[in-house]
């Protein structure tokens, strides 16, 4: 379990570094781009987008190796520290103070963190043996409710809405992505890297995982970050906490335990939308003609 916690602090780093980076190349995409193959041939110009990229592709065998090691209802909640990080990362990058309520905001996520892993030690559960019905039916409402959000996101025109949908759209890809990764590490554990290599759970997290990398994109180029923030940090847990505790059966302590797991999470999306607020994070967005008028 330390393992686990270790890689998927790592994990939290390197997608943190990736996003200030990412975000620094966003900045000076114009809007008109949004949901088109210009976008992305935009943005591969830019060589922080580029180191962003990579960064972000090292997640997926490090994220794996976390998720290998430990429970996906601990290890994906780990990840919410990528959005403290981040404001941490871009205060240095862009030369710029956090203040006191983002620090606030940070204290909370963290603790709120601790407390969710002192006291929700999942355990049992499993990943083999888990039916095709279940899959299939499971996949089919979170797909589906991705798609719902990117359909309502190309519709919407208010910048707030359409990067709030996208958010949460990219939230609920990601945790499902880090689903099938678990799946893949149990496969790996019983048939070794050829009987990866033969599975679906790789190209299925794959494929939503670039799903995911996409909205996530379309986010940024929306602005309005304090919209789409809380959806792409806190669905990505939420997802796979529920496919752990639902489908994989991880068991959980109840009565008190609960309680304080409820507290521990109320803590860690208050301080989310908090940090979502930061004026630090409208900066890392805001093209240069805006941060300097």
């Given amino acids: 379990m ?22 620094k190349a966003a900045r000076g995409v114009p809007t008109a781009s949004q949901f088109q193959l210009s976008l992305l041939l935009r943005l591969v110009h830019s060589p922080a987008w580029l180191v962003g990229l990579i ?78 019905s279940t899959w299939l039916l499971g996949s089919g409402l979170n797909i589906g409710l991705v798609v719902a959000l990117y359909v309502l996101g190309r ?35 019983v048939e070794g890297i050829s009987g990866v290599l033969t599975s679906w759970q790789l190209y299925g997290s794959i494929a939503v995982a670039t799903l995911a990398f996409w909205l996530l994109q379309n986010a940024y180029a929306a602005g309005q970050l304090a919209a789409s923030q809380p959806g792409v940090t806190l669905l990505d847990p939420a997802v796979a906490i529920v496919w752990g505790l639902i489908v994989f059966q991880e068991k959980t302590e109840g009565g008190l335990f609960l309680v ?30 805006e941060g300097n008028p």
């Fill in 2 to 23: 330390p393992l686990s916690i270790f890689l998927a602090l790592l994990v939290a780093v390197t997608n943190a570094t990736s996003n200030v980076l990412m975000r």
């Fill in 55 to 132: 960064l972000s592709l090292a997640t997926y065998p490090l994220g794996a190796a976390a998720l290998g090691f430990g429970k996906l209802s601990v290890v994906q909640p780990i990840l919410v520290l990528e959005l403290p990080l981040s404001l941490i990362g871009a205060s240095w990058l862009f030369d710029s103070r956090l203040t006191r309520r983002d620090w606030l905001g940070i204290a909370g996520m963290t603790v709120g963190l601790i407390g969710l892993l002192v006291v929700l030690v999942p355990k049992g559960g499993h990943v083999i043996g888990i039916p095709a």
């Fill in 155 to 189: 519709r919407t025109t208010q910048p707030s809405g359409r990067a709030a949908y996208l958010g949460a759209g990219c939230g609920l890809a990601f945790g499902l992505s880090a689903v099938y990764m678990k799946s893949m590490t149990e496969v790996f554990t």
């Fill in 260 to 289: 304080l797991a409820v507290a521990a999470t109320v803590a860690i999306v208050v301080g989310a939308v908090t940090l979502a607020k930061s004026p630090q994070l409208r900066r890392m967005h805001e093209s240069p003609a």
